[in-house]
Structures are given as structure tokens and as C-alpha cells.
């Protein structure tokens, strides 16, 4: 159990501190402002209300800034399992709808899967107020 909890704390500090600007100025644009709503063995969940900083010509939020989202979301879901980050060998993000500047969005990661040095998480994105999926990986 001290293992888990220690696990747990790894990976929720390392979302804090992307979201701090610990990290590469990219990660750190992206995830200002995000907070982890709930934490346990390979799941991580959290809150986001989208930055004006993050938005492409129309408005909307910007496909890339999403996915590094989903990229280290998916790490920390993986963390919280494993202990440690993993490097991603395969993103194949479904974008299925836009969200706008100030929309609060949920961003949930799930490892469904482990086999030797192989984790496979599902990461999806959604309207906080409407329930709608923005954008889905695994």
C-alpha cells in the first residue's frame, strides 16, 4: 500500500509541477492552471478551464496544446501505476469536437492495459457542462 500511495504522489507532483512551469515552456503554456480532481492506481483525473493563451485563429482551443495535454495526462495515469513515466510510442487522438476560450473541460486518463515494459492507457476529453467528447486517445 505504501508503494500505491507513493506512486500516487509521484505522478500527482508531477502534473503540479508542469502545471508550476517545471518543465519544457510547452507543457508549461498547457497546463497552466490545471487541477487534479482525483487520483488513484492507474487513474488520474482532472479539471481545466482553457486559457486565451491556447486558442487558434477561431477561437477554439488549439489541437496541438490538446494533445501534449492527453500525452502527459496518459504519463501520469501511468505513473500513478507504475511508478515511473513512459515515453509514448503511439498517440492516435480522435478530435470530435471544439471547445472555447473559458470552457471548463474534464481530462480523464486510464491505463486499461500492462504487458512487460508496454502500458496502454485511454485518454478522453470532455465539456465539464456538457458532457461532450472533445477529444479521445488510445
Known amino acids: 500500500m505504501e508503494d500505491e500511495d507513493h506512486r500516487l504522489q509521484q505522478a500527482q507532483k508531477w502534473l503540479e509541477d508542469i502545471s508550476n512551469g517545471l518543465c519544457h515552456e510547452i507543457e508549461a503554456l498547457t497546463f497552466e492552471g490545471i487541477q487534479i480532481e482525483h487520483a488513484e492506481k492507474g487513474l488520474v483525473r482532472c479539471k ?16 496541438g496544446a490538446i494533445a501534449v495535454l492527453i500525452d502527459d495526462v496518459g504519463a501520469a495515469a501511468i505513473c500513478s501505476a507504475v511508478g515511473h513515466i513512459k515515453v509514448s510510442v503511439n498517440l ?28 496502454l ?15 479521445f486517445d488510445c
Open 48 to 63: 481545466f478551464i482553457i486559457p486565451k493563451h491556447l486558442s487558434d485563429r477561431d477561437g477554439n482551443w488549439h489541437v
Open 92 to 119: 492516435s487522438i480522435s478530435y470530435h469536437s471544439t471547445a472555447k476560450i473559458q470552457e471548463e473541460v474534464e481530462i480523464e486518463g486510464k491505463v486499461i492495459g500492462h504487458k512487460e515494459k508496454l502500458s
Open 121 to 135: 492507457v485511454v485518454v478522453a476529453i470532455k465539456n465539464k457542462n456538457s458532457g461532450n467528447i472533445i477529444a
